[in-house]
């Protein structure tokens, strides 16, 4: 028996002999033809960035895709989101808040940041500028060559409905309430957006069919004038955004008015059904309001591009330079001088042989979203004044952007965009006559235009924030 089993043990010995450098080549040739396929991708993405990067190399300096400047920033600035309340000097935040009823509080915590204040052609305009700034003390500071957003807060309340109810509340987010409901928002200050008492009763009055009405998560998205493509843009998206962690396959949102057809598509890509009345809040499984959300945040700002997947050209390759003007219908808000500064700057742009071309932006709506989107991807420049400056914002990063503002009146909102998205942007001061009409020195516009007109801006325009320096 032993004599057996040391026959067998041999023979288990010589042929783990033969058997184990077999599978031990086996295993190492896997490992290397693994390692050498790892190598060739690596090999080929890095072709492909030399490719990428070819033109801009010969021209002396470097760009990047918009979709790699959205991935490269969006995580480092998500919020933090606190549910519960553990600690006493957290007692005014969501979670601390006593709202009877299955409700979940969040307060969210977004980073601070600090964007590049306009770059300006003489130190006069700057002066002008950035004495603006004193009426806006509680949404951002100066801090030399930037302009800083600090205390960046959110809210969200999520409501498990139970049973349909009539029993609404216009103050869900710093208040003591039996029940939620909040409908319309308004800017309370420069720095967050939040709701309107005074709608409640328009909600409540608000008429629209059942058959349409239930939904799986309902988000409450209303802001001022979100009818307007405008304004959902600079603030309906914020607080959608800041609700999206909690969309399902079956999420509507509702926006109060009628919104504008385009809205409509940026809701449909971005996975949300078509708004419905406000019987839905009754008609749904949990009702989601971001009853506070920043107006002006990197997070939202970037992630709302991402989710419209753009494909704007790399700026060397745009050869479209575009010109906006207020409604031909609006006698106020001229340039007294326009036709000398379209004239001047076709000449510029003949000149400079490129094969670019000044196009008057005519306010006429794109048929589809993919239309515009793709008007726009060939979009170096923007210039001139007016609601419709916003639509800078589809042009990718490395934009030039120059806008024409009112020496009594600066505004913020198109500089903040632009620098969040890395567009160059420029700012000239401007003195008004008559309706509020502007005189541009043209020889300024065109020598910025000469000087930046297809290529990157110079050097970051957003940055972390934190009030102390960090050497190494």
């Not at 549910?83 to 009877?100: A, G, N, V």
């Not at 720095?191 to 988000?219: C, F, R, W």
């Not at 006429?364 to 726009?376: K, N």
């Not at 990157?456 to 190494?472: A, F, K």
């Amino acid at each position: 028996m032993c004599r057996v089993n040391n026959v067998n043990i041999s023979l288990a010995i010589a042929l783990a002999l033969v058997v184990l450098p077999a599978v031990s080549n086996l295993w190492l040739m896997s490992q290397f033809m693994a390692a050498r396929v790892e190598k060739s991708v690596l090999e080929l993405q890095q072709l492909e960035h030399q490719r990428n990067g070819e033109l801009s190399r010969r021209n002396g300096y470097t760009y990047s895709l918009l979709s790699d400047y959205i991935s490269s920033n969006l995580s480092m600035w998500s919020p933090l989101v606190y549910s519960t309340c553990d600690l006493p000097w957290m007692r005014k935040f969501q979670p601390c808040l006593d709202i009877e009823g299955e409700v979940t509080k969040q307060e969210l915590v977004y980073p601070a940041f600090a964007i590049r204040i306009p770059h300006f052609v003489n130190e006069e305009d700057k002066k002008i500028w950035t004495s603006s700034q004193a009426r806006l003390l509680d949404r951002f500071l100066i801090e030399g060559e930037w302009g800083v957003y600090r205390g960046q807060r959110g809210q969200n309340i999520i409501w498990s409905v139970q049973e349909p109810t009539s029993d609404w509340h216009s103050h869900p987010c710093m208040k003591k309430v039996t029940l939620f409901c909040c409908q319309y928002f308004i800017t309370t200050s420069s720095k967050l957006i939040s709701l309107n008492p005074k709608a409640v009763e328009h909600i409540m009055t608000h008429q629209g069919g059942p058959e349409s009405a239930y939904a799986d998560i309902a988000i409450i998205a209303s802001a001022p004038n979100d009818h307007s493509l405008r304004r959902f843009l600079h603030r309906g998206t914020h607080i959608i955004l800041q609700s999206e962690p909690h969309f399902t396959n079956c999420t509507k949102a509702w926006l109060g008015k009628s919104p504008h057809p385009m809205v409509k598509q940026i809701m449909n890509r971005l996975s949300l059904h078509q708004p419905t009345p406000s019987r839905i809040l009754s008609a749904s499984n949990q009702v989601v309001s971001s009853c506070r959300a920043p107006v002006v945040h990197p997070y939202l700002s970037l992630r709302f591009l991402e989710l419209l997947s753009l494909h704007p050209l790399p700026i060397p390759q745009r050869k479209m330079i575009l010109y906006i003007k207020p409604k031909q219908n609006n006698r106020s808000w001229r340039i007294l001088n326009e036709d000398d500064l379209l004239q001047k700057t076709r000449r510029l742009l003949d000149s400079r042989n490129k094969n670019e071309t000044l196009v008057q932006f005519d306010h006429v709506d794109f048929e589809s979203l993919d239309d515009m989107l793709l008007f726009f991807s060939n979009v170096a420049a923007v210039l001139g004044h007016g609601g419709a400056l916003f639509n800078h914002r589809w042009t990718g990063q490395d934009t030039l952007v120059m806008e024409f503002v009112r020496k009594t009146s600066v505004t913020h909102e198109f500089w903040e965009e632009a620098s969040i998205l890395g567009q160059n942007y420029w700012a000239f001061p401007l003195d008004t006559s008559g309706l509020r009409n502007m005189t541009v020195i043209v020889d300024n516009v065109v020598d910025v235009l000469n000087r930046h007109l297809g290529k990157p801006r110079n050097g970051p325009s957003l940055e972390h924030y934190y009030p102390w320096d960090i050497e190494g």
